[in-house]
């Protein structure tokens, strides 16, 4: 039950391997030690041709270290950065999203209105990792990023001064699809844009604040709220939350939807309780359309005068703006809002969005795909023999697989293209988990 708990929270701060085409992940090429970072030897024994592509997600630099999810495992990306550096026959290297985070902040963090500057203080707060990536790109590895949801307000021009000649990819505003291998057959993205907590919404809240700018989804609320309640130290408070006495009939798609997604939250905000009051203006939004104070019960759905399900002021009717979002964010394959809420909790629920949306689209091509945001190292293949690969997080604490740190993805590229999932251990060995993550 503590899993799922933190599961919880790490969903609302998100919010707080293989060849193809045979039966399973296979290893890459023998592992290298090196006896010091300094020596900077190769992730393995590196081949002659540079036909690997490698993928790390959900870094989460932090703009000061008391407000950040990595910060143990810095030096341990800079250890791998350098090493894979010496690794000549690795093509690109892809961040698939949440590099920089803008989520993970309690409540209580000053107010601020210039998100440019936010994030070049994040960048100044992880100068050297920054460093090592641009002397990546000059190792002669092709540096790509695939923006994710804590960094969605991200401008390209602030990366780009950062990093000047990183390839960053955008098909829709705070999201990015990302076709590589030798045919087109890899798509790497975030994975954000079927979450209905994380997915950009311009939509639930333009009527409230005049303006479409609002792109931050509920999500951004509840990852800074229990961002508050981790740095509060996990504080047990009783909380009066309205409740919901009426269950509408499922054939109601609309009030069932709504209901749904009250009965989630509501027991995410039972097990959530920091020490700030529920009708507290704690949120001083400054930021990407907003310009107001609001409380949690603000955007915490309840029963409404008339007898309908809805959150009072931030997200109303939310199940009512999905739709509309999906189209917004080029989402080839629309998911109900039901699906999308229930699956919130369901990491196969990602595995799922692989398939329709890729693999077992007609109009697509693709034959592995690469989701970040879960945090949860997956490694799963279709009947068809295709793959959906996750690849996980650096932050510290992985509370999903807290024996799989620092995961990342190697794809071959060849005739049939080889996959693994992997870890990279302190001793800067790296350890095969394709076959083991989902046992």
């Not at 293989?18 to 900077?40: E, I, Q, R, W």
């Not at 107010?111 to 100068?127: L, R």
């Not at 509840?222 to 981790?230: E, F, L």
Request: aromatic residues 10%; hydrophobic residues 40%.
């Amino acid at each position: 039950m503590k899993k799922k708990i933190l599961s919880l929270v790490l969903m609302l701060s998100m919010i707080l391997s293989l060849t193809l085409l045979t039966a399973g992940c296979s290893a890459p090429a023998t592992t290298a030690k090196a006896d010091t970072p300094k020596a900077a030897e190769a992730l393995w024994n590196a081949g002659s041709t540079r036909d690997k592509i490698v993928v790390i997600s959900d870094i989460h630099l932090g703009i000061d270290d008391r407000y950040t999810e990595t910060l143990h495992n810095i030096p341990f990306l800079i250890d791998f950065l350098k090493r894979l550096q010496s690794t000549k026959d690795v093509r690109e290297l892809v961040i698939a999203g949440d590099f920089l985070d803008e989520w993970f902040l309690p409540v209580y963090y000053p107010v601020y209105t210039d998100q440019k500057k936010f994030y070049k203080d994040v960048i100044a707060n992880n100068q050297d990792v920054i460093d090592e990536l641009n002397k990546v790109i000059d190792s002669g590895i092709k540096l790509v990023y695939v923006i994710g949801n804590h960094d969605i307000t991200l401008e390209a021009e602030v990366l780009q001064q950062a990093i000047p000649k990183i390839v960053q990819i955008s098909d829709a505003k705070g999201l990015g699809t990302y076709y590589t291998g030798d045919k087109n057959e890899i798509v790497i993205e975030h994975g954000h844009r079927y979450d209905i907590f994380s997915a950009p919404d311009t939509v639930s809240n333009a009527e409230l604040c005049g303006n479409d700018d609002t792109i931050l989804p509920a999500g951004y609320f509840y990852a800074r709220y229990a961002a508050t309640w981790v740095l509060e130290g996990r504080p047990v408070v009783e909380k009066n939350l309205p409740v919901v006495t009426n269950v509408p009939d499922k054939t109601n798609v609309d009030q069932y939807g709504a209901y749904i997604y009250y009965a989630l939250l509501k027991d995410i905000s039972k097990r959530m309780t920091p020490k700030e009051a529920l009708d507290e203006k704690i949120f001083n939004m400054r930021i990407s359309g907003f310009n107001d104070s609001y409380t949690y019960l603000d955007f915490y759905p309840a029963q409404q005068k008339d007898g309908t399900i809805s959150a009072p002021v931030l997200f109303k009717n939310i199940q009512r703006t999905w739709d509309e979002r999906q189209k917004i964010n080029n989402v080839k394959v629309k998911s109900t809002f039901i699906e999308a809420v229930s699956g919130a909790i369901n990491w196969n629920y990602y595995f799922t969005q692989a398939k329709v949306q890729y693999l077992e689209n007609p109009n697509e091509k693709v034959e592995i795909v690469v989701f970040g945001h879960t945090h949860v190292p997956t490694c799963k293949q279709t009947e068809s023999g295709s793959y959906y690969i996750n690849s996980g997080t650096w932050i510290d604490h992985n509370v999903d697989y807290p024996d799989a740190p620092r995961t990342f993805v190697v794809i071959t590229t060849g005739e049939k293209d080889i996959v693994t999932l992997n870890s990279f251990m302190e001793d800067g060995t790296i350890k095969d988990i394709s076959n083991i993550v989902n046992k």
